[in-house]
């Protein structure tokens, strides 16, 4: 994974990896075009056997790096970013090999004592390879989901039974067989108010390529109530069509109306569900979230807001021209909103939209203020978009505002002085050489005045600066060399 590999000072481990490694580069290298089929297929059965058990070992060494870990070990001071970056997996992925290793992996107790797995026969056969993620995941699942009435016993005997059924099924086979072993469990499907409470969730998937996203939503019964109350009045035809030049929002829906809504129940309950978030948005009873009104914020330029508006006016003058297009613009929680739907929210309420011009709106406050101003932080989102620590991908609404140069050491709260950062990388900020500071491009720098972080001497003794390029994505696609020695620079 990477050209140079971090050292190891024991020599068991290193023997065991370099003749992994060895026998891996020789499998590569063997032909298999000579083989019977049965044959080929045996093959495909013995690199099944260690691709499986691999992540059992790696699940492992996660788990003693997370009990062992050190402040001062990695620079991100973060399991989770440490993964990702070390791993290059994603934020995701990296929580959930934790989460796992949790399930999987030995632990420790504070006396020192090695304790078995939580799931020890699930384990064991993960690590012997003969069964695979799906089949661990089944298990994980069908445990975690029975109710907290099933005792401790009960739950270890359904793990061992499901892991001993786990080396001879396929997983949708196993997925019926726990089916039928929570049904066993739990005949009359009883959940107390705490087994519900430790289900709901709210999970919103990454946009597509055509900008939509796939929201799973684990309801408890007060929110089901709600969502009922709502989507009878909201949801029901001919209220609230955006086909509709003036949307009934009001009163009941005339027959007209009713007859024009052409929406399926399924887009009525979305339409509903976010005439309702515009409303409490532009409502401000939701207050202030790190200083600001709880809005939506979207970076974009009068160049980008003109051109659209140009195309706009020429597809009400002819109904045969394109839909107003452009570049998709970016929100302050890191989604992209299409150029339409931000003129057409323009329209709807001015008062939570934030439009910027080419020039980044700077305000100058000097030394007078410590805490930078709305129409600061406003600035902020448009020019960072998110945190700007290296590698990091939390968008703006979860970050703070930093001084590049330090309050302390006479830092000043202007606009082009501050940055956007999240708690956890804001912490490792500081003025000594074993800490993070923040800093602006040069003059002569392809993205001059955009901030660079410069490492810890532990981490880079040369302490070279890193910019992040996680919100600006067309910058991953930069020539080599263009801004330094590393991609990341």
Same mark, same amino acid.
């Given at each position: ?409 006479? +830092?000043? $709260?202007?606009? @082009? ?6 708690? &956890?990388? =804001? !912490? *490792? %900020? +500081?003025? $000594?050489?074993? @800490? ?6 040069? &003059?002569? =720098? !392809? *993205? %001059? +005045?955009? $901030? ?38």
């Amino acid at each position: 994974m990477h050209s140079t590999p971090a050292l190891i000072a024991d020599p068991a481990m290193v023997a065991a990896l370099s003749m992994l490694e060895a026998g891996l580069a020789e499998l590569r290298a063997a032909r298999t075009d000579n083989l019977s089929n049965p044959e080929r297929l045996a093959v495909l059965q013995r690199v099944e056997t260690v691709v499986r058990a691999l992540p059992g070992i790696g699940l492992q060494v996660l788990a003693q790096l997370h009990e062992q870990w050190g402040a001062g070990d990695f620079a991100t001071n973060s399991l989770i970013d440490t993964l990702a970056d070390g791993l290059r997996i994603s934020p995701i992925e990296a929580r959930a090999r934790w989460r796992a290793s949790d399930d999987l992996a030995h632990h420790t107790d504070i006396t020192g004592e090695l304790l078995d797995p939580p799931m020890p026969d699930t384990a064991a056969a993960q690590c012997e390879g003969v069964i695979g993620g799906a089949h661990v995941k089944i298990i994980r699942e069908a445990l975690h989901h029975l109710p907290s009435t099933v005792d401790a016993e009960t739950k270890t005997l359904a793990e061992a039974e499901l892991a001993q059924h786990a080396r001879t099924l396929r997983p949708d086979q196993l997925r019926k067989a726990a089916d039928r072993l929570e049904a066993y469990l739990n005949p009359d499907g009883t959940f107390s108010d705490l087994d519900r409470a430790r289900r709901r969730s709210l999970r919103v998937g990454k946009q597509g390529p055509d900008l939509m996203s796939v929201c799973t939503l684990i309801a408890d019964p007060e929110l089901r109530a709600y969502l009922d109350a709502m989507l009878a009045k909201a949801a029901k035809p001919g209220y609230g069509n955006p086909d509709d030049i003036a949307p009934c929002l009001e009163d009941e829906p005339d027959p007209d109306a009713v007859h024009r809504d052409r929406r399926t129940p399924a887009q009525r309950q979305h339409d509903a569900l976010k005439a309702v978030l515009r409303d409490t948005l532009a409502s401000g009873r939701l207050g202030q979230h790190r200083g600001l009104p709880v809005t939506v914020i979207v970076s974009t330029t009068l160049a980008e807001l003109e051109a659209a508006g140009q195309e706009a006016v020429a597809e009400t003058a002819d109904a045969t021209a394109p839909f107003a297009t452009g570049v998709p613009v970016v929100t302050g929680g890191g989604s992209l909103l299409p150029m339409r739907d931000l003129l057409r929210m323009g329209a709807h309420a001015r008062h939570y939209l934030a439009v910027f011009d080419n020039d980044g709106r700077p305000i100058y406050l000097g030394r007078s203020k410590r805490l930078g101003s709305v129409d600061q932080r406003i600035v902020l989102h448009a020019r960072d978009i998110g945190c700007t620590f290296p590698g990091c991908g939390k968008p703006g609404y979860l970050c703070q505002a930093h001084h590049r140069t330090e309050w302390r050491s006479g +830092g000043r $709260t202007d606009a @082009d002085q501050l940055t956007l950062v999240c708690e &956890p990388h =804001h !912490r *490792l %900020a +500081g003025v $000594t050489n074993t @800490d993070w500071s923040a800093g602006a491009a040069p &003059p002569g =720098h !392809r *993205l %001059a +005045g955009r $901030t660079q972080w410069i490492p810890p001497d532990y981490c880079d003794r040369q302490r070279r600066p890193r910019m992040n390029h996680f919100h600006h994505p067309g910058e991953y696609l930069t020539p080599a060399g263009h801004e330094g020695p590393h991609p990341t620079l």
